[in-house]
């Protein structure tokens, strides 16, 4: 196991990280379980596929039931958008999963905007969440500029 991590935040290397500061990382959804990331074999792969870093640890993951079908019309999300005062981001909501959706599909609503309900330990982006993955496209995930 690594005692060395390394992520990627806008395409530039960040570390070195401790195995403890990385797990605060993923828990607090600083990084997704599809972000990559580099232990001391300077090799990059998904933090979900090193192994080392349990599923339930990720937001992107948490409170997901396997074969469960989602609540479409509860408003319990809340958005991330945008800029507001002293660079602070702006909160909306909260919504529905089938108004995040429909937001997804105008092209309102970034795949790659943060979203948090109660029960996780932060945020995570929309595209890693499967309530939301039905209507994501690979064309919009090639696009990540911000709506």
């Known amino acids: 196991m690594s005692n060395k991590w390394y992520c990627s ?4 290397p960040q570390g070195p ?3 403890e500061e990385m797990r605060g ?15 001391d074999d300077d090799k990059w792969m998904p933090a979900i596929e090193w192994g080392v870093f349990e599923f339930q640890l990720f ?17 319990e999300w809340v ?14 909501g909260p919504f529905a999963i089938e108004e995040l959706r429909e937001g997804l599909i105008a092209g309102t609503v970034s795949p790659y ?4 309900k109660t029960g996780l330990s932060g945020w995570c ?7 939301f993955a039905p209507v994501i496209s690979s064309e ?6 911000p709506v």
């Open 59 to 75: 937001p992107a993951t948490q409170g997901v039931v396997q074969g469960a079908e989602f609540d479409l019309y509860t408003r």
């Open 17 to 19: 990280f401790s195995m």
């Open 113 to 116: 905007q943060y979203v948090w």
């Open 9 to 12: 935040q806008n395409l530039k």
């Open 79 to 92: 958005l991330l958008k945008g800029q507001g005062e002293g660079g602070k981001a702006l909160q909306e």
């Open 25 to 39: 990382k993923i828990h607090r959804g600083e990084i997704g379980p599809q972000d990559l990331i580099c232990g």
């Open 140 to 145: 919009r995930l090639s696009d990540p500029s």
């Open 125 to 131: 982006q929309l595209k890693d969440r499967p309530e």
